[in-house]
Nanobody, 115 residues
Framework: QVQLVESGGGLVQPGGSLRLSCAAS????SFWIMRWYRQAPGEQRE???????????NYAESVKGRFTISRDNTENTVFLQMNSLKPEDTAVYYC?????????WGQGTQVTVSS
């Protein structure tokens, strides 16, 4: 089992940047993949970015070129660097992984993009 704790959300103006962090309770090398999702009220949950234990990454088309997922294996932490933020990026962002037949989720961190 693993505990995931997100942090780094907040209020930012359009065009600004935030860096989200997801701290895991054990080595993220234990997981084949780490993922960031987001969900706005009344909207479907959206897969934003993924990173594998081999370092491969992929992004939703809506964030490609603006967001970067990365990891620090020594700190058991996955990051989501968000640049050029838009109001439509406003959502609760969740860290997620899969292990031994179970999905694990953090509690989420709120990102609000508004002037």
């Amino acid at each position: 089992q693993v505990q995931l704790v997100e942090s780094g959300g907040g209020l930012v103006q359009p065009g600004g940047s935030l860096r989200l962090s997801c701290a895991a309770s054990r080595s993220i090398l234990s997981f084949w993949i780490m993922r960031w999702y987001r969900q706005a009220p009344g909207e479907q949950r959206e897969l934003v970015a993924i990173i594998t234990n081999g370092g491969n990454t992929n992004y939703a088309e809506s964030v490609k070129g603006r967001f970067t997922i990365s990891r620090d294996n020594t700190e058991n932490t996955v990051f989501l660097q968000m640049n050029s933020l838009k109001p439509e990026d406003t959502a609760v962002y969740y860290c997620n992984t899969y292990d031994s037949g179970h999905e694990y989720w953090g509690q989420g961190t709120q990102v609000t993009v508004s002037s």
